[in-house]
């Protein structure tokens, strides 16, 4: 099965990922398609454990071109992804405010909004399907690169594996940020927290309080109150339901980053808030919520080692909070960047590959990181004698240059320019 798949020649270079997530999976498919010979690296021994996560996760269009390259990939997605193309919002006390559409959107590509497993679950099996190699059970304990011969590799279970080139793709806790920056550094709170839940729609099918979220298809809902928003949606023609809102943190993010819920301690949060938001957390069963810290790391001076053979990227390089709506895209995205600058700066090149990837993404990547916090504020924040005045206020901020965008044939495009650019102001120094 691997050689159905359409790929560009080998090209030699050998690449080692470290993750099996959306950003590690994705730099691994694209650099397969590249032609580049990807060894994969996860510490998890049983992928289920990832595909068990039960929230949402959406891909804008920027981030779902990648799918559309990948056979089969996009449409099995589409299967089991929300089917709506407007979100419903609310004052938090259940007075309707605006619907938003998206259904423009539709000329610059599709929007993914499903089960996060799930989501994994495709992609995992697709590179499964591509014959990539991928390692379970391989903790990643360290990583190295030399000069001769000229290498990037890590330290797994104890043994040194090399390659040409290095990709970190762990998350906030990545241990490739050592390499990077030079010294270890903690996450720090943000200062709030989400909860999130998914469970099946009969739950709440007979409640006549909030049946019609789930009686007539898929829908997609959001509440707006202080320092609290909460979205609510329900997926495969209403037969499942999710909701998620973000609050302030009063936990201890040094003992861990994510912990079990209960529907009881969520509603102490949603006091005064309307009977719909109430009655869909109290339906939520036990051991269907998760109570999730959200983190983050200041702005990176750079995402790629001294000797420019190790890169970070997706949520290593750039942590998003929920609201920005971009984590997963940004990190769809890292992974098409990288594997294009690899295939043109070819074996000979590596470090030039990496410099290029970091000067296409940093700009980009960073403003799109912007609209997280800009729009929490917006909602957590708002002015209700303005919003009820001119209810657009409190629109997504759904702008062309973020989700109009074709992550590979913009690299392409500004690949030589890019590399110039960088070769001038080494002359400089």
């Known amino acids: 099965m691997p050689d159905t798949f359409p790929r560009l020649p080998p090209s030699g270079i050998k690449v080692i990922v470290v ?28 992928i289920d454990d990832i595909m068990r996560i039960g ?11 990648a799918f559309e390259r ?11 992804a929300r089917q709506t193309s407007w979100l419903d919002l609310y004052h938090h006390q259940g007075r309707f405010v605006t619907r938003q559409s998206f259904a423009h959107e539709k000329a610059w590509g599709r929007r993914i909004n499903g089960h996060r497993g799930q989501l994994h679950n495709i992609i995992y099996h697709h590179a499964v399907d591509r014959g990539i190699d991928i390692r379970l059970g391989c903790r990643v304990e360290d990583y190295f690169e030399t000069d001769y011969p000229p ?22 806790r990545s241990r490739g940020r050592r390499i990077v920056l030079g010294f270890d550094e903690n996450p720090k709170s943000s200062g709030y927290a989400v909860y999130r839940a998914w469970f099946p729609a009969d739950r709440i099918r007979d409640n006549p309080v ?4 789930v009686a007539n298809g898929d829908t997609h809902q959001g509440f707006i109150g202080p320092d609290i928003h ?23 993010i040094e003992e861990s980053w994510q912990f079990p819920g209960k529907p009881e301690e969520a509603l102490k949060y949603l006091e005064g808030w309307c009977p719909v938001v109430q009655e869909l957390v109290k339906a939520t069963p036990n051991g269907r919520l998760i109570d999730h810290k959200l983190v983050y790391r200041d ?16 949520d290593s390089a750039h942590p998003f ?10 990190s769809i995205e890292d992974g098409v960047v990288l594997a294009t600058c690899l295939e043109l700066s070819g074996r000979k090149d590596i470090p030039t590959a990496l410099r290029a990837y970091e000067k296409l993404r940093y700009e980009r990547v960073h403003r799109a990181q912007a609209m997280g916090p800009q729009t929490r504020e917006r909602w957590h924040k708002a002015d209700w004698n303005k919003v009820w005045k001119n209810p657009e206020m409190i629109h997504l901020v759904r702008e062309p240059w973020l989700l109009n965008f074709d992550a590979e044939r913009d690299a392409y495009e500004r690949y030589g320019q890019v590399v110039a650019e960088l070769e001038r102001v080494e002359a400089r120094l």
């Open 151 to 172: 290498q990037a590799g890590v330290v797994v279970n104890g043994e040194r594996v090399a390659a040409d080139v290095v990709i970190a793709a762990e998350g906030v």
């Open 55 to 65: 929230d949402i996760i959406s891909f804008d269009p920027n981030g779902s071109k």
């Open 210 to 213: 909030i049946r019609h979220l």
């Open 321 to 330: 909070l929920p609201t920005s709506i971009q984590g997963a895209s940004q």
């Open 230 to 252: 909460f979205l609510t949606s329900s997926i495969k023609n209403g037969t499942e339901v999710n909701w998620v809102f973000t609050h302030i943190d009063d936990g201890n």
């Open 19 to 46: 993750g099996a997530g959306f950003a590690g999976l994705a730099a691994a498919i694209e650099c397969d398609r590249k032609g580049h010979s990807v060894t994969l690296f996860e510490k998890v021994t049983d």
């Open 299 to 314: 702005p990176l001076p750079t995402f790629i080692s001294p000797k420019a053979r190790i890169c970070l990227i997706g």
């Open 70 to 80: 990948w056979p089969g990939v996009v449409d099995a997605m589409e299967a089991i």
